[in-house]
């Protein structure tokens, strides 16, 4: 799977909009872009997958680069329940490769 | 059920000791995933099954780790002589099919089980 990068932490406010960004330059055409969340003492959880159009649903928004190399998850209005390590992964469309968790960003939000 | 169910959520044992980990997927998911997460780290690829057989088990780090899927459904993760670097919590996680266009699947993980060697 291509690499990401992903800054280690990020700093919100809460009910402020988060933007979460991650760089991916050496995307390839088949890979899908997911971002999965884990909140302290649980395992990750799906937030948001998209291939080459803008998403939205009820947790976020992925923006994606025009030329994929990159994208960027939006919350919308950021809660403490957000706090936790946003994770930033690709895969491929065939689906046979597993996902390749890095260190993702942690973010802490603040009352 | 509802969710990935992993047991037990903690276990704590002795370096050299024998040690099995459960996972029960979601029904209906035909793939299942392990992972193991040490402190501070991103969860690290062990091994996946697509129905019965491994279909990849690579991230096995090296023969004391072993993991069956017998009937398609509920798989066990075995550690054999346990080393205190097998401490890390481990993760379960399912999802449809994989292969044939599934790279947009979700995968749906459990809490996990906390491994602990003394």
């Known amino acids: 799977d291509a690499k990401t990068t992903q800054p280690n932490s990020m700093e919100s406010n809460e009910e402020e909009p988060v933007h979460l960004p991650c760089n991916h330059s050496?995307?390839?055409?088949?890979?899908?872009i997911h971002w999965y969340r884990q909140l302290p003492s649980q395992g990750p959880e799906y937030v948001i997958h998209?291939?080459?159009s803008n998403v939205n649903n009820r947790m976020a928004s992925l923006a994606i680069a025009e030329d994929r190399k990159s994208s960027t998850l939006i919350l919308h209005r950021a809660t403490l329940r957000d706090a936790a390590v946003y994770y930033c992964?690709?895969?491929?469309?065939?689906?046979?490769?597993?996902?390749?968790f890095g260190k993702g960003t942690m973010l802490l939000v603040s009352p | 059920g509802a969710g990935v169910s992993q047991t037990p959520s903690n276990k704590v044992t002795e370096k050299g000791k024998y040690v099995e980990l459960r996972c029960d997927p979601i029904?209906?998911?035909?793939?299942l995933y392990w992972y193991r997460q040490s402190l501070g780290q991103g969860p690290e690829f062990l091994i996946y099954?697509?129905?019965?057989?491994?279909?990849?088990d690579s991230g096995l780090p090296n023969d004391r780790f072993f993991a069956v899927r017998p009937e398609g459904s509920v798989s066990t993760l075995k550690i054999q002589r346990t080393e205190r670097g097998d401490s890390a919590v481990y993760l379960c996680?399912?999802?449809?099919?994989?292969?044939?266009?599934?790279?947009?699947?979700?995968?749906?993980f459990g809490a996990g089980s906390r491994l602990t060697v003394l």
């Open positions: 996680a399912s999802s449809f099919r994989t292969g044939s266009s599934s790279g947009a699947n979700v995968l749906t």
């Open positions: 099954f697509q129905g019965t057989g491994a279909a990849d």
């Open positions: 992964i690709l895969r491929d469309r065939s689906g046979y490769s597993t996902l390749t």
């Open positions: 050496t995307i390839s055409g088949t890979d899908y």
């Open positions: 029904s209906g998911h035909t793939a």
């Open positions: 998209g291939l080459t």
